[in-house]
Each structure stands twice: as structure tokens, then as C-alpha cells.
């Protein structure tokens, strides 16, 4: 009896499986009801008395080890299935990740440049921060002129005068200095102004600046080109109408007002019942912009128009007020999920 539990416990310690099929195999052979441990324990009742101390003990100890063996097996094969079973799904997600949003400014920028980019725009920038020449003076307003004190500005510095930009118009002058026609070109950018905040303006805002400049450019063009970017920015129904205005450095100048997409031209408090709504400022650009820059106004005409992109997304998404696109608060911007 003796021999045989020796023998047993020897056999059980070198114990080594391959496959987790086997362990439960091991488990048949020595722990089952009539496996090779649970049989010793039967024969156990004919030991002679003064034994049965030591061999019972010997025997509780086979079986405790043989226990702890299948166990030990057992685990060793859990850890290495999650790690090398060739059937499990490595690319199942681990957690549910929420995508970011794009900025409504930022989709309402896209669509714009995606707009002009059809009909052979091509998208340039200009400083944030600028000198008189290129905001001002080049652009033909002259010094004194009120025409300045409609854009409120910041300055930064005196003698020479450099300030923070208060409309694209200054890329048309850096474009025009650098380049010859024909020009084609949309500019889009951060613009600042010293206005007070409220839910109808803001001291930083965004504008996208159009130029096109070429041999027999005429306001025909304009009318067309404005007319084709209301139709695909606010659909195919909308009607655009043009209202004589001023601006120093084009002439003939207007305003362009679209059919409130709103209340479809019926009136409604966002087009203050009128039914229409601006949306940019635009005009020839005036000859003397042109040689400002060293075009030649004899052979070369152009036009340009400048929009504010925030008006036309509050327009487009019907936001109520200018400053939540700056508030940075989730609740708004994770409105506009899903658009690109
Ligand atoms: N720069 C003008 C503004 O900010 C808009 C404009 C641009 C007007 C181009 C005419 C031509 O109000």
C-alpha cells in the first residue's frame, strides 16, 4: 500500500498536459469515483491498525496534491487561451469611443471653399495681424476718411500703425501685389473689431474674402457667381436681390441679400419679416486698387465680395446667438455630430 502511494504521488507530480482536454482525462484517471486515488481509499479499510495512522495521512496527502495538480493545470491552460486562441477576436472593440465634432464655423468654411472650388477657386490666407497700407490705405480709404470708423479697430502698435485685421479685404491687396491675372481666388479668415458682445456681434468673427480678376470681368460675372453660391449654400429655390451700397475700394458697390430660407420669403422674425436677409458685401473692384497693387486698370477689371461666415451659419443652423460659437460648451457644438 505504501509503495503504491509513493508511486502515485510520483506519478501525479510529473503530470504534464498539452491540450485542456487531457487535464479533465487526469481527472477520470485518479480522482473519479473509481480513479486510482479513491480506489487506494477503499483498499485503505483492510490496512492493519497499527498503520492506518501513517498510511491515512500519506494517503490524504496524495489526494490533496493530486487535487492541487489538476488545478494547476487547469489555470495554466485559462491564461494561455485568452492569450493565443487563434479564434478570438483581437479587433473587438474595447470601450465605446464618442468621435469629436467638427466646429459649425468650420463645416459652414468647408462647404464654402467646396462651393467656390467648383467653379475654379483656389484658397488663400493672409496675417491676422496687419499694417495700415494692406487694411487701409491700399484698399483706397484715405486717411481721415469716416469710411474708417465703420470697422471699430484695434491697434497694436503706432508709427508705423499695425492692427488686427478688420476684414480679408487686406488679402486682396497681398494678392494682388504678388501675383498678375487672372486671379481667381477665395480668402477665408479670423477678422477682430472693437465691438461690445452680444447675441448679434462679437469682437472676433470670421469672413471669407472672394477675388476674380481678369480681361472683361464685368458685374454680370458677380451677379452669376453670387447667384450660383446662395443657390448651393442655401438650395435651389432661393432668390437673391442687390442693393446699391459703398465701400472705398470697389464701385460700383451692393449688398446682397438671399430669400430668407427660414420662412421661405414669408417673413419671419430671423429676416425681420422683410423676407430677405444680407449676407455679404461685394462691387467692381475700383480702379485704383488695381494700380495700388501694379495691375493695370486699362486692360484688367475684377470683382470682389466679402461674407461673414458666422451670419451665414446662424442662417444655415438657425442659431440664436453669435457667442455660442465661442463657449466652447459641449451641449451646443455636439449638436453638428455626424456632418463633415
Ligand atoms: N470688406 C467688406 C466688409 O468687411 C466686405 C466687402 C468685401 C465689400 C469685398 C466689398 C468687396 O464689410
Redesign the pocket.
Known sequence: MLERIKHLTEEIGNLKADLPEEVEQFRLKYLSKKGLVSVLFEDFRDVPAPQKKETGQLLNQLKAAAQQKIEELKASFEVREEEADPGMDLSRPVTNMVPGTRHPLSIVRNEIIRIFAQIGYTVAEGPEIEDDWHNFSA?NFPPEHPARD??DTFFIAKDPEILLR????SV?IRTMETEKPPIRKIFPGR?FRNEAISARAHCIFH?V???YVDKNVSFMDLKQTLLYFAREMFGESTEIRLRP?F?P??EP??ELDVSCNICGGKGCNICKYTGWVEI????M?DPAVLENCGIDSKIYTG??????IERITLLKYQVKDLRLFFENDLRFLRQFTGTI
Open positions: 484698399l465703420m470697422q478688420t476684414h480679408t479685404s486682396q477678422v469672413q474674402e472672394g477675388l451700397s465701400f475700394f470697389t458697390s451692393g455679404l458685401g461685394c462691387g473692384v470683382f470682389a465680395f466679402g461674407m461673414g
